[in-house]
C-alpha cells in the first residue's frame, strides 16, 4: 500500500505554548486512521495545520502523494484532494443544502473548476451534488434553507459538500459529538459505506472511543501536542501510556480490565 | 531651524495630541470592549462644545459651573445610547455594520438636533483662561496648557480607574474575554453602558476645549472624527488598545506638524491617509502590536 | 415558475416605462433620472456588502471619480461624452480591483479603513480643487475638480450625444428613458452574476469565510470580481451623472449621501438587489421632498434607518417575502374561492 500523506516531526506554537510537539505519522492509502485524545491535545490543531486552514505548522514537513503542501495556500490544498469537516458545524446560512453542497462540488475539485470557465455544466455539478446528498439521505431536504438545520443534518451536510470535492483523503473532526446513539449508529454505518464505495483514505478524531475502535484500522493517541502510541486498536487500548492521559495513573488498571472484557 | 521652531513644534505635537487622545481614548475604550467603532462619537465631541455655550449664553451660568454640569451630562448621554439603543443590536449579535449605521445614525440626529435648536451660524467659545506664558521662545496660551493639564489628568484618572479599581477590571476583563465576564457576574449591560457614557465624558470635554479654539459648527466634531479619529485609531492598532491609541495621537499630531511645516505646498490629510494605507498594508496589527500567531 | 419572481419588477419597468407619457413635469422626470441613478449605486454597492459582507466605505468616491474624470476628460480635453464615460467605468474597475487585493494582505477589516480612507482622500482632493484646470482653462483661474462650487459650475460638462440624441438635463425624455435602460441592463447583469456559481461562492465567503475555503474556494477571485464589479457601476453611474446634469459638486459624495446609501440598501434588504431599488425609488423622493430641510431631512432618514436595524432588519425585501410566505397562498384560495362561488 501507497503511504497517502506522512506528517514529518509537524510542530505547531502560539507564542510560547506548544500545541504540536513535533508529531509524526505515516497514513497507507485506503485506511481509516482514528486520532484521539484527551481535550486540548492538539487534534483539531493537527487537521488546521495539515489543510494550512487557517493557518500551516509552524515546522515539519506534510508530504501527501509524495509533494510537500505545508506551504500551499488552503484552497490549493482543497484541490489536490484532502478535505475536512468541522467540529462545531459550519453552515452557509444564506445558502439551501443543495447549494452547499455544490460549493464542495465546484469549487473543491480542480479538474471541474478549470473545464468549466469557458462553458458552465451546471447540471453536472447539480449531479455530483445529489449524489453526495443521496449517499448521505439528504436529497429530501435539498432545497431547504440551512439555517433551520438540526446538528445531525448538518454534519451530513458537511460531510455531502466534503465528498462533492472528490478527495482522496478525508478529514472528519469529531462526526458524532452531540448526536444521540441512535444518530451514532447511523452516523458508523455512513462512514463505512464512504469507505467501501468511495474509496476514499478517512482519518476521524473522536472522543466516543468504542466508536473510534470499532471503525479505525490504526489508531493514534495525543496529548499534550505529543504522540502518545500508535498502532491497531487493539494493542493502543491495552497501551499504558494511552491510558494513562485519559484517566490517570490509578485508573489504569481498572481501564485495563475493562478493555480486556470488551 | 532654531530654538523657538523646535518649541513650537514641541507645543503643537502636544497640544494637537492631547485633543486626538481626549477624542480617541474613548473611541479604543469602547472597540476594546464592546468592539464596535463608536461613529456617535464625534456628535458627543460637539454636544461637549454646544451645551456649555447653552449654559454659558443662554442659561447664564458661570464658567466652571458649566463645565462640572458638562460631565453628568455626556455620561447621560453615552449611556442612555449604548444602554437603550446600541445594547438591543449587541444582544442580537448584530453584524458590525449594523452597529456602526446605528450609531451614525444616532451622532446624525445628536448633530442634527443641535443644529435645528442652535442654527447654523459659526460660534466661538470664550477661553476660560486668558493669557499666555513664554516657553523656549514660543509663545503658549493659558488655554493650551489648560488642555494639557486636563488631558493628562484625565488620562491618568482613568489609567487608575482601569487598573486599580473593580471596575476597571471588569472593564479589562470583559475586553478579553466576554462569556466569562457574564460567569463571573459581571453586570456586562451597565458596564458597557459606562463605559460608552465615560467615553462620551471624555469626548464632550474634548469638545468644549476644541470649540474654544475654533470657529463651531453642528457638525464639526463628526468631521474631526472621521478625519483624525480615525486615522489614529487605525495607527494605534485595534488590539493594542488604551496605550496604543495614545502613542499613535501623538504621533500624529507630530507628523501633522512637522509636515505641515516643511511641506507646506501639499496637502497633509491625504498624505496622512496614504500612510494609514500603507501601515494596513505592511502591518495589519497595527503598529505596538508586536507578531502574530506564528 | 421562475417568471413569477419577476412579475414585481417586470410591472414595475412597465409602469416606468409609460410614466412620461403621462406626467410630463420636468421636475418629475428629472427626479426620475435621480432614482435610477442612485438605484444603480444602490444595487452595485448591495453587491460587495449583501453579497459579499465587505463593507466598501468608498463606493461613493468611485462615483466621484467616474463623475469627474469623465467629466475632465471631456470638458477639459474634448473627449466625447460617450467614450469619457466608459474611460471613467473602465478607470474605476481597475481601481475596485486594486482595492480588493488589499483583502490579500489584511483582511475584511483592513478593506473597510482602506476604502474610507480612500473615500477621505478623494473628497479633500476634491475639495482642494486638485491644481489647476489643464489648458486655457487654467489660465483663467479654473481647478481642475472646481471645489467646491464643483465641476462645471460656471462652464457645464458636455452633455452626452448618442448619434443625434442629445442626453442632458435639458431634454428631461431622452435622459429619462436612457438611465432606465441602463438600469435595466445592470440590474440584469447584477442579478445574473449573483445567480451564478459566483453568487455561491460569494455568499459562501460571505457566511463563513473559513468554511468556504476549506472546501476549496478561491477568495481572493470572488472578491476582486464582485468589488470591481460594483465599482464598475458606480463610475459608469458616476459618468452619466455627470453628463447629463452638467455639474458635479462634491456634496454629492460627502459622507451624508454614504449615509442616505446605507440607509437605502439597509431599508431595501441587503443581498436582494431588488429591495435597494425598490427603497431607492421611496427614500430618493423622500430625501427630494425634505430637500429644503436639511436637519429634518437627516433626523427623518437617521429614524428610519433605526426603525429598520432595530425592529425590522430583513427590510422591504424581507417584508415582501414574509408577506408572500404568509399571506399569498390565502389570498390565491380567497381569490379562487370568490371566483367559484
Known amino acids: ?262 | 531651524m532654531g530654538l523657538e521652531d523646535l518649541a513650537a513644534i514641541i507645543i503643537s505635537t502636544l497640544v494637537s495630541g492631547s485633543i486626538y487622545t481626549l477624542m480617541v481614548v474613548g473611541l479604543a475604550l469602547i472597540f476594546q470592549t464592546i468592539q464596535y467603532f463608536n461613529f456617535a462619537h464625534g456628535s458627543f465631541y460637539t454636544f461637549g462644545a454646544y451645551f456649555v455655550w447653552y449654559l454659558l449664553y443662554i442659561l447664564k451660568l458661570d464658567y466652571f459651573t458649566s463645565v462640572l454640569i458638562l460631565i453628568p451630562a455626556s455620561f447621560i448621554l453615552g449611556f442612555v445610547m449604548q444602554r437603550f439603543l446600541i445594547q438591543q443590536l449587541v444582544d442580537r449579535e448584530a453584524s458590525p455594520l449594523v452597529l456602526i449605521l446605528a450609531t451614525f445614525c444616532v451622532g446624525s440626529i445628536v448633530e442634527s438636533t443641535l443644529l435645528l435648536i442652535f442654527g447654523g451660524r459659526l460660534k466661538r467659545l470664550p477661553y476660560p483662561i486668558e493669557g499666555s506664558i513664554e516657553f523656549m521662545g514660543a509663545t503658549m496660551s493659558y488655554h493650551k496648557l489648560l488642555i494639557l493639564i486636563i488631558s493628562t489628568s484625565l488620562l491618568v484618572f482613568f489609567a487608575y480607574i482601569l487598573n486599580k479599581t473593580k471596575m476597571g477590571t471588569a472593564m479589562r476583563a470583559m475586553a478579553q474575554e466576554k462569556e466569562a465576564s457574564y460567569l463571573a457576574g459581571i453586570n456586562v449591560k451597565r458596564m458597557y453602558a459606562t463605559v460608552v457614557g465615560l467615553s462620551a465624558v471624555l469626548a464632550g470635554i474634548g469638545g468644549w476645549l476644541f470649540g474654544c479654539m475654533i470657529f463651531m459648527t453642528p457638525d464639526f466634531g463628526s468631521s474631526t472624527i472621521l478625519w483624525e479619529g480615525f486615522i489614529v485609531c487605525t495607527l494605534g492598532g485595534a488590539k493594542a488598545g488604551m496605550k496604543g491609541s495614545i502613542f499613535a495621537s501623538y504621533l500624529v499630531a507630530f507628523l501633522e506638524t512637522v509636515l505641515t511645516r516643511f511641506l507646506p505646498m501639499y496637502n497633509v490629510p491625504p498624505l496622512i491617509f496614504m500612510m494609514v494605507i500603507l501601515m494596513l498594508l505592511i502591518r495589519p496589527e497595527g503598529i505596538l502590536v508586536k507578531g502574530g500567531s506564528q | 415558475m421562475k417568471f413569477s419572481k419577476f412579475v414585481i419588477p417586470f410591472i414595475a419597468v412597465g409602469i416606468f416605462l409609460i410614466i412620461p407619457l403621462i406626467l410630463s413635469s420636468p421636475f418629475i422626470l428629472q427626479l426620475f433620472v435621480l432614482i435610477f441613478l442612485y438605484a444603480l449605486v444602490c444595487e452595485s454597492w448591495d453587491l460587495s456588502m449583501g453579497y459579499l459582507g465587505l463593507f466598501n466605505f468608498g463606493h461613493l468616491a468611485f462615483l466621484g471619480i467616474g463623475a469627474y474624470f469623465s467629466g475632465i476628460l471631456s470638458l477639459y480635453y474634448g473627449l466625447p461624452s460617450w467614450i469619457a464615460i466608459v474611460v471613467g467605468s473602465l478607470i474605476t474597475f481597475a481601481l475596485g480591483f486594486v482595492l480588493s487585493l488589499s483583502t490579500l494582505r489584511a483582511g475584511e477589516y483592513a478593506f473597510s479603513i482602506i476604502s474610507f480612507a480612500f473615500q477621505n482622500m478623494f473628497l479633500y482632493w476634491v475639495r482642494s480643487g486638485g491644481g489647476p484646470a489643464p489648458g486655457e482653462w487654467g489660465k483663467k483661474g479654473l481647478t481642475l475638480t472646481g471645489g467646491t462650487q464643483g465641476l462645471g459650475a460656471l462652464i457645464p460638462v458636455p452633455s452626452l450625444q448618442l448619434g443625434p440624441i442629445t442626453i442632458s438635463s435639458e431634454f428631461k425624455v431622452p435622459a429619462y428613458y436612457f438611465t432606465l435602460i441602463i438600469l435595466v441592463i445592470a440590474t440584469y447583469a447584477m442579478y445574473k452574476l449573483t445567480n451564478s456559481r459566483f453568487g455561491i461562492a460569494t455568499i459562501a465567503l460571505r457566511d463563513s469565510k473559513e468554511y468556504a475555503i476549506a472546501l476549496g474556494v478561491n477568495p481572493l477571485t470572488y472578491t476582486a470580481v464582485f468589488i470591481s464589479i460594483s465599482t464598475f457601476f458606480a463610475g459608469l453611474a458616476g459618468g452619466l451623472y455627470a453628463h447629463i446634469m452638467g455639474v458635479v459638486s462634491p456634496e454629492i459624495i460627502g459622507w451624508s449621501n454614504v449615509i442616505i446609501m446605507c440607509c437605502i440598501v439597509e431599508f431595501g434588504g441587503l443581498g436582494t438587489l431588488f429591495g435597494p431599488a425598490a427603497a431607492s425609488f421611496l427614500l430618493v423622493s423622500l430625501t427630494q421632498y425634505l430637500a429644503g430641510l436639511a436637519a429634518y431631512k437627516n433626523i427623518v432618514i437617521a429614524l428610519i434607518m433605526l426603525f429598520t436595524l432595530l425592529v425590522w432588519p430583513t427590510g422591504m425585501a424581507g417584508a415582501a417575502f414574509w408577506f408572500k410566505s404568509k399571506y399569498l397562498e390565502k389570498i390565491k384560495k380567497a381569490i379562487f374561492n370568490w371566483k367559484h362561488s
Not at chain 1, 53 to 76: A, D, M, T
Not at chain 1, 169 to 183: I, M, R
Not at chain 1, 194 to 203: C, P, Q, V, W
Open chain 1, 1 to 262: 500500500m501507497e503511504t497517502l500523506l506522512e506528517c514529518k516531526e509537524v510542530s505547531k506554537y502560539f507564542g510560547d505554548f506548544v500545541a504540536l510537539d513535533k508529531v509524526s505519522f505515516s497514513l497507507p492509502e485506503g485506511i481509516t486512521f482514528g486520532i484521539a485524545g484527551p481535550n486540548g491535545a492538539g487534534k483539531t490543531t493537527l487537521f488546521n495545520v495539515i489543510t494550512c486552514n487557517p493557518y500551516p505548522p509552524s515546522s515539519g514537513k506534510v508530504i501527501f502523494n509524495g509533494k510537500e503542501i505545508q506551504k500551499l495556500k488552503p484552497y490549493e490544498i482543497v484541490h489536490k484532494g484532502i478535505v475536512r469537516t468541522f467540529q462545531i458545524p459550519v453552515r452557509f446560512r444564506g445558502l439551501t443544502f443543495i447549494k452547499s453542497v455544490m460549493v464542495g462540488s465546484v469549487y473543491g475539485n480542480l479538474a471541474n473548476l478549470k473545464q468549466n470557465i469557458f462553458n458552465y455544466n451546471r447540471d453536472k455539478f447539480e449531479k455530483n451534488a445529489l449524489e453526495a446528498l443521496e449517499l448521505v439521505g439528504l436529497v429530501n431536504k435539498k432545497d431547504e434553507f440551512t439555517v433551520h438545520a438540526s446538528l445531525y443534518d448538518l454534519k451530513l451536510l458537511m460531510i455531502a459538500s466534503a465528498i462533492a470535492t472528490k478527495p482522496k483523503l478525508l478529514l472528519l473532526d469529531e462526526p458524532v459529538s452531540g448526536l444521540t446513539d441512535h444518530e451514532i449508529k447511523l452516523m458508523w454505518d455512513l462512514i463505512l459505506k464512504i469507505h467501501k464505495e468511495l474509496d476514499i483514505t478517512i482519518i476521524i478524531i473522536e472522543h466516543i472511543l468504542k466508536f473510534l475502535m470499532n471503525v479505525s484500522d490504526e489508531v493514534m493517541i495525543l496529548n499534550s501536542g505529543q504522540v502518545i502510541c500508535k498502532g491497531r486498536p487493539e494493542e493502543v487500548a491495552k497501551n499504558p501510556e494511552a491510558i494513562k492521559c485519559y484517566l490517570g495513573e490509578e485508573s489504569k488498571e481498572i481501564f485495563k480490565s475493562e478493555m480486556d472484557k470488551v
